[in-house]
């Protein structure tokens, strides 16, 4: 297939689907190397943003998806007339840092670091698809394990987690907060991307 040919498939089959879609996915069904594949995604990607078009086409995870532009979302709001999504609260955030940096946790690890209850807001994480359970601790009580989701990748984003900023001066065992706060203010920079429609959180 030609180059034009792939992209044209790559964008009808994102525009249908709705949800992100593997890059071996994409190889397999265009009868291309997944190389090719993500040469194709590359272009698309930079092309829509380089035109300023209406919509954007992202990667998370090895798999891509197409969004609306960040800089549309209000009239995006009014033409749909839906409200604008809440901001991640500062409890919220903390949460899904240690969750991300430290992934997979369980819900005392991460009291252990908030020095707080912390069941409402991972409860609340969940709800919103920003994190998920990943399997048990083999410890007394199998406590359940939590990691991030694809959601988490597309609404701050990332391709993948090694895009997260780094984490100054934190120790191993991560027995406090400090240095997570700066990360923490990067992801709710970051959070800002939610407006742009791709997820209401």
Same mark, same amino acid.
């Given at each position: 297939m030609e180059n034009h040919d792939i992209e044209s498939a790559i964008e009808s089959i994102l525009f249908v689907s709705g949800e992100p879609v593997k890059l071996s996915r994409l190889a397999a069904v265009l009868g291309v190397g997944e190389f090719e594949a993500e040469a194709a995604v590359n272009r698309m990607r930079d092309s829509y943003s380089f035109d300023r078009r209406g919509i954007r086409l992202v990667k998370m995870d090895g798999a891509a998806q197409l969004c609306s532009s960040p800089e549309y979302a209000? *009239?995006? =709001?009014? +033409?749909?007339?839906?409200?604008?999504? !809440?901001?991640?609260?500062?409890?919220?955030?903390e949460v899904l840092a240690v969750v991300a940096y430290f992934q997979p946790v369980t819900k005392a690890y991460i009291e252990q670091i908030r020095g707080?209850?912390? +069941?409402?807001? *991972?409860?609340?994480?969940l709800e919103r698809?920003? *994190?998920? !359970?990943?399997? =048990?601790?083999?410890? !007394?009580? =199998?406590?359940?394990?939590?990691?991030?989701? +694809?959601t988490f990748l597309r609404t701050f984003g990332l391709e993948s987690l090694r895009d997260l900023p780094e984490l100054p001066d934190v120790q191993a065992n991560a027995e406090s907060m400090e240095g997570i706060q700066n990360a923490i203010l990067e992801l709710?920079?970051?959070d800002a991307l939610t407006e742009a429609g791709k997820i209401d959180i």
């Open positions: 209000d *009239v995006i =709001r009014l +033409a749909l007339e839906t409200r604008k999504p !809440p901001q991640l609260s500062q409890p919220a955030l707080v209850d912390s +069941a409402y807001t *991972v409860g609340l994480l698809d920003l *994190v998920q !359970p990943c399997g =048990r601790l083999n410890a !007394p009580g =199998r406590p359940i394990l939590y990691k991030t989701t +694809a709710k920079a970051q």
